[in-house]
């Protein structure tokens, strides 16, 4: 079974941390890479750079900035194969974007 | 007779069927079918030898047969992962029991509190769907929504059928004892004796299955406890404050073995709130009732849940103790504008201070949130008597 764990991160989680705890942090994303489980997954550039595409009349329409003003950002995302949703559910709460304000919402993926 | 038959037996043959089929609605469809067919021809035959593995066996290749037939749905299920399985015959006795599995798939903390809710009812107790959508005051159509999405999240999330590993297992084990308690509750206020019975069914079967849980027998002996006073609580369709009841009504039995159960849990280390709520209830059914103990068990409560609730509860207990004033200083912090029995609490204080006219606004003010009948008639004779 795939799920996909989608990272929400809270808008200056990072702010205030020294360069330790961070690299800390750092580290615990890269060993959580190393389970067996974990399929791939990618960190996502600052929602600032962002560009929001829209088409109206065939004509692409563009916006500066992600789609949506809220308070946590869509930051990265983890695809892993677990055997049910309680050994998918454990990944996700070892996400250290999870106890740092953010969240994390697991979503099975649809079979091909 | 039949009827009880199916639903001793509904629950374990519905797990069982998950467990083979690996797939809630085939489970379901093929249950219904296995019970309609039975129904059928153990009114004409009488009852087999093993009614439990009869149903399962039934089941089982009822499915078979419609997965054979219908490969579309085949490939949905988990069943085409493994080789098809042969017809099962009636020489399988041995069914193992997978309700505690079934217990926690319904529970599970993935699924919205109402979902597992009605998933528990109609999976664990048999319910039908009307008659859940009824013990819940929504329309069929909505309940029938609500299971089938949840079963829908069950699959397509692959919520576990199994039993929590250890380091799981106490969040979720208070996952299923505050479905059970909910379940009691709604049975409870509103006097729906056969959802308080059905609570209490499940808790047996619950502690049956893990019998060294203290916190699951704590649970039942809370809910038999409470239960016991069913009788008293209302006569003359009016409610019945628990001083003025008549204990010869109470169910001794329930109490007796409400109270055993308190017992056990707490010889075996239970000390969680629904062992502290049940201590209260056994507290209170004694003849002179130890207010003081039970003021200082609200407290142990309150450190345990933060309820504003148990504080007003606490309150009740403080004005035995220490007199209405003290009582109505706790009661009057609190902000439990929408809660009924904050207002009909305070009424009784000031009644009892001889502030009349607070009391009558109190009174009013609790008539104005009453949810039943015997309520209403309680606080407009307490309103027509200051």
Not at chain 1, 38 to 58: C, H
Request: proline share 4%.
């Amino acid at each position: 079974m795939r799920y996909a764990l989608l990272i929400n991160e809270r808008p200056g989680a990072y702010d205030g941390l020294s360069e330790d705890q961070r690299a800390a942090i750092s580290a615990e994303y890269i060993t959580l890479m190393k389970d067996e489980r974990m399929l791939g997954g990618e960190r996502l550039q600052p929602a600032d750079t962002a560009t929001t595409v829209r088409v109206q009349n065939g004509e692409p329409l563009l916006t500066d900035g992600p789609f949506a003003d809220t308070k946590e950002i869509f930051g990265g995302f983890y695809i892993v194969e677990a055997n049910d949703l309680d050994s998918a559910l454990e990944l996700a709460a070892r996400i250290p974007a999870a106890r740092l304000g953010g969240s994390v919402e697991v979503r099975p993926l649809a079979e091909r | 007779m039949l009827e009880e038959v199916f639903r001793d037996q509904w629950a374990r043959v519905f797990a069982a069927l998950v467990s083979f089929l690996g797939d809630v609605d085939l489970a379901e469809e093929a249950a219904q079918e296995a019970f309609v067919i039975a129904a059928e021809r153990w009114a004409r035959d009488g009852l087999p030898d093993n009614p439990g593995a009869w149903l399962v066996v039934t089941g089982r290749n009822r499915a078979i047969d419609r997965l054979r037939r219908d490969r579309t749905r085949a490939e949905k299920t988990r069943l085409l992962d493994r080789p098809m399985p042969e017809e099962v015959t009636m020489e399988e006795t041995s069914i193992p029991d997978e309700r505690l599995e079934l217990f926690f798939m319904c529970c599970h903390p993935a699924l919205a509190t109402e979902a597992q809710v009605a998933l528990t009812l109609r999976a664990l107790g048999g319910l039908s769907t009307p008659e859940i959508a009824r013990a819940f005051l929504v329309n069929d159509e909505t309940m029938k929504r609500r299971l089938s999405r949840a079963r829908n999240k069950i699959r397509a999330a692959a919520i576990p059928f199994a039993i929590p590993r250890e380091h799981l297992l106490p969040a979720r084990l208070s996952a299923v004892l505050a479905v059970l308690y909910l379940v009691f509750n709604q049975g409870y206020g509103d006097g729906r004796a056969d959802l308080a019975a059905e609570a209490i069914r499940l808790g047996r079967t619950l502690l049956d299955l893990m019998p060294d849980e203290p916190e699951a027998a704590a649970l039942l002996a809370l809910m038999l406890l409470h239960d016991s006073r069913r009788a008293a609580r209302v006569r003359d369709g009016e409610t019945i404050l628990l001083h003025d009841q008549d204990r010869s009504l109470w169910n001794t039995a329930q109490l007796e073995e409400g109270r055993a159960l308190l017992d056990r849990a707490v010889r075996s280390g239970a000390s969680g709130a629904y062992t502290v709520q049940a201590a209260i209830a056994d507290l209170q059914t004694e003849e002179r009732i130890d207010w003081r103990a039970v003021a200082a068990l609200y407290d142990r409560l309150r450190q345990l849940t933060g309820s504003a609730v148990v504080e007003l509860n606490r309150a009740v207990a403080i004005a035995e103790v220490e007199g209405p004033r003290a009582a109505l200083a706790i009661v009057d912090a609190l902000h439990l504008d929408d809660y009924r029995y904050f207002h009909s609490t305070r009424a009784e204080l000031l009644r009892r201070l001889g502030d009349t006219v607070a009391a009558r606004a109190a009174y009013l003010g609790a008539l104005d949130l009453a949810t039943t009948e015997a309520e209403r008639r309680f606080l407009s004779r307490r309103l027509a008597e200051l």
